[in-house]
């Protein structure tokens, strides 16, 4: 092999290996940004690791909705799947939009049985709800697990949307 052969050999084997690094770095820094979802229900089995960031949705249970006295800004619910319910906290300020009986999906930690949450994201109209809490919600109507006047059903279309044919 001579020398521009050898030459030309090593810059593509140098290329290939950082290409390699460069693909297992990025791999890598996309496994610790992602957030896995989990319902009450997987919570409640102990499917959620501990002190790991995960998102949790779920409904807000009507009638948990606590404030701290001294701390307004202290919140604690729980949210249900209407198989099972999990406590969650928050210190910070609740969406708008954030009620009872409303979807919500949070993110953030467990710590113990409780839901330590450092962002809480409530649904933004009446016809929208995160994909994995419809999912979710869905799943266990089917198993008849939520009494009927607490049953998810999705919204229909406001109106059909066709094709102009000319």
Do not use: C
């Amino acid at each position: 092999m001579n020398a521009v052969r050898r030459k030309k050999l090593m810059w593509v084997m140098f290329t290939l290996a950082g290409a390699a690094i460069a693909v297992v770095l990025v791999i890598y820094a996309i496994g610790q940004q992602t957030d896995y979802y989990f319902d009450p229900t997987a919570i409640a089995q102990g499917e959620a690791p501990q002190n790991k960031r995960i998102r949790a949705g779920g409904m807000v249970v009507a009638g948990s909705v606590q404030r701290a006295p001294d701390d307004p800004l202290s919140v604690q619910f729980a949210i249900t799947d209407f198989a099972e319910t999990v406590p969650v906290t928050y210190q910070g300020i609740l969406p708008d939009l954030f009620a009872e009986n409303s979807g919500v999906v949070a993110t953030g930690k467990m710590q113990g049985e409780t839901f330590v949450a450092g962002e809480v994201l409530a649904k933004h109209d009446e016809n929208y709800m995160p994909v994995e809490v419809a999912e979710s919600l869905k799943e266990n109507n089917r198993k008849g697990l939520a009494p009927a006047s607490e049953q998810y059903n999705p919204a229909e279309p406001i109106h059909k949307t066709e094709t102009l044919q000319q």
